[in-house]
């Protein structure tokens, strides 16, 4: 099992956002949580990359407790967290955005290729590489923050609301960048709007209402649950 979450609770003062929830993501799986505004998806996703402390509960990553690590050390165990709305530093070209992302790193060379196989998926970026980051549009800047997270070799990238901004064409370019991310061996929970696109990206769904989880389920399940197609695909 790659990470395993138990009862978690997380608090911010006295509002209970996340009241004991439990969840697993194995290998090989694109994981999601579903939810409306307010629901708390963020705050798992916080918790669990180290942006928030936990009131309680347990966090495993690769056998290891980490409720209580530094983001930094969660980025070195290859955790990494895509915020919601993340942006590109604007002044500065897309080639430094994509060697910050490697900031924790050492080796050199497999930084470098690393930096070779970003420019093979997303030729653009190579293209441009010399530019400043904030003449790159909104899609591209996307590519620019998803590849830069890269950087730090995650083998588990959980990602807020990818899709949100983009155009629809946009939004499938998103998609398929994704699928390719993970065929490379990099699992992913994704926090999602856009269910629709959230299920058929993932292997596996958890639903969230007010802080807990109310449903969970396969991708088959949950698109065939008639309160998820209410509440989440508009059918
Ligand atoms: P959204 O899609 O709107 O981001 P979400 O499901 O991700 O929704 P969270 O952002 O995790 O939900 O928020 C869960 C609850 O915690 C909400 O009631 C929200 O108002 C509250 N909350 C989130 N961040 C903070 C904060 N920094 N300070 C205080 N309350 C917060």
Redesign the pocket.
Known sequence: MLLCVKDLKVH??K?E??KGISLEVFRDEIVTIL????????????AISGFKQITSGEIWFLGKRIDRESVANLVKSGICYIL?GQRVFRDMNVESNLILGAYLRNDKEGIRKDLERIYIYFPVLKQRRKQKAGSLSGGEQQMLVISRALMSRPKLLLM??PSNGLSPFMVDEVASIIKEIHKDGIDIII?E?NALLALNLAKRGYV?EV?KIVLEGSREELLKDEKIKKAYLGV
Do not use: P, R
């Not at 307010?38 to 705050?43: E, N, Q, Y």
């Open positions: 911010y003062g509002l956002a996340v939810g409306a505004n307010g629901a708390g998806k963020s705050t798992v996703l916080k919601e807020d609301e926090v709007q969230m802080g």
